[in-house]
């Protein structure tokens, strides 16, 4: 053991880890679970493909100058591609709610944390000011 961690007091010990590791952990784990969020919603790939077809369902188009057909074709297409875009809305609304939440609750986590110490040093004062009455 080296001879500075002998001199230093357990307290400021613990002070820099809490203040130092500690935060630095607390925002690693917040960072992954940010990152699990977006990637588990697919923010990403939803935006590119939020106007494809859904499931890729959709008729060809066929040869010729078959007005019906055409119109048959284009409308089961577009109502293909409406159910996609609003699946994909309300997925990437769920996402973003969600990503929004996690946020919300890490910085609150982070708030708990900074302030943890301070509040267990003013319980034991008020406890000792309760027993010394």
Do not use: C
């Not at 590119?48 to 188009?61: C, Q, S, V």
Request: zero cysteines; hydrophobic letters at 60%; glycine letters at 6%.
């Amino acid at each position: 053991m080296s001879h500075e961690l002998e001199r230093e007091s357990i307290f400021l010990m613990y002070v820099r880890w809490h203040y130092g590791q500690g935060v630095r952990e607390i925002f690693q784990v917040a960072g992954n679970f940010l990152w699990f969020v977006a990637h588990f919603f697919s923010f990403k790939l939803l935006t590119k493909t939020l106007f494809a077809p859904w499931k890729r369902l959709g008729e060809n188009y066929n040869g010729g100058f078959d007005l019906a057909a055409f119109a048959s074709t284009f409308v089961v297409n577009s109502l293909m591609r409406v159910v996609g875009f609003i699946t994909r809305s309300v997925v990437l609304i769920v996402g973003f709610v969600s990503y929004t939440f996690v946020f919300v609750f890490s910085l609150f986590i982070m708030v708990i944390w900074m302030l943890a110490p301070l509040v267990l040093l003013g319980s034991l004062v008020l406890s000792a000011t309760f027993f010394a009455i």
